[in-house]
């Protein structure tokens, strides 16, 4: 049965052999903005935002390729929105693309006032991480199996930003 004729009430067929699902490794964190991650100002600091940024992504990173992963660069940040002293942060970190060592992780932050039960968007950035082995030396990341219309968009745009990543830094890039 394809994916396209698939009952949505019934469990999803099993994955390739290797290939994993966008969703068997996304990462979620919730952290309260303490005086410690504030500016002068009382909102939190960029650095300690994307800090976590850094730290939730790799975690799903890591849980999809099962090795250990490298931080390759960060996509350019925007911040929407401020969160202060006394809020939450709420981060949620999803696999885009696997390519041959390297794969990217989608990782939206959002802020909240837990006491009005508001909650808006902070900054979204695309973080690319190398998988490595044991000896440091970059290693195969298993494929991402993407079934969704929104799970091919995101992994077709995946692609397009590591052709223009690859381009800034001069390299070539190389097949899957």
């Known amino acids: 049965m394809n994916s396209a004729s698939h009952d949505p009430a019934s469990p999803p067929p099993p994955a390739p052999l290797g290939a994993r699902r966008p969703g068997d490794s996304i990462t979620t964190m ?10 002068a100002l009382g909102t939190i600091f960029g650095g300690q935002v994307l800090a976590w940024i850094d730290l939730c992504a790799a975690i799903c990173a890591q849980r999809h390729t099962g090795r250990t992963v490298i931080t390759a660069g960060i996509d350019d940040l925007s911040f929407d929105r401020s969160i202060l002293v006394g809020q939450v942060v709420r981060l949620r970190a999803q696999v885009t693309a696997t390519f041959r060592t390297s794969l990217e992780i989608l990782v939206t932050v959002h802020g909240e006032d837990a006491t009005r039960g508001d909650v808006w968007p902070t900054v979204t950035a695309f973080v690319t991480f190398v998988a490595v082995d044991a000896s440091m030396r970059p290693a195969q990341v298993p494929p991402l199996l993407v079934e969704s219309p929104e799970e091919r968009a995101l992994a077709e745009a995946a692609a397009e930003r590591r052709q223009r990543r690859l381009a800034r830094r001069g390299r070539p890039e190389r097949s899957a």
């Open 30 to 39: 919730t952290e309260y903005v303490l005086p410690t991650h504030a500016n």
